[in-house]
Nanobody
Framework: QMQLVESGGGLVQAGGSLRLSCKAS????????MGWFRQAPGKEREFVAV????????VYGDSVKGRFTISRDNAKEMVYLQMNSLKPEDTAVYYC???????????????WGQGTQVTVSS
């Protein structure tokens, strides 16, 4: 089992920034692709970003492209999501997840964190 614990969520005004962190344990972190997803009330889980094993490849969802940046630190077993120019529609619970191979499909991610709430006020 891999345990994933997110942190860094909170309340921010539109146009502001937040940095989410996710700490992994229990498995060899560098062997897993890492991703971020989000889910707003009444909506399906949405792909946000994914990063390859050594960070050489990243993929972003269309709604966050150019505003969010995913990164990872394999030595610290951490993955981050820098969120800039936040909008009210970014309000959601954000989840960290791990997979084998670069994918954007939630069903292909093996392990999930509990999520952290991000609320963007207008």
């Amino acid at each position: 089992q891999m345990q994933l614990v997110e942190s860094g969520g909170g309340l921010v005004q539109a146009g502001g920034s937040l940095r989410l962190s996710c700490k992994a344990s229990g498995r060899t972190f560098s062997a897993y692709t890492m991703g971020w997803f989000r889910q707003a009330p009444g909506k399906e889980r949405e792909f946000v970003a994914v990063i390859s094993l050594r960070g050489m490849r990243t993929v972003y969802g269309d709604s966050v492209k150019g505003r969010f940046t995913i990164s990872r630190d394999n030595a610290k077993e951490m993955v981050y999501l820098q969120m800039n120019s936040l909008k009210p529609e970014d309000t959601a619970v954000y989840y960290c997840a791990s997979a084998v191979g670069v994918t954007t499909t939630p069903g292909e991610f093996l392990y999930w964190g509990q999520g952290t709430q991000v609320t963007v006020s207008s």
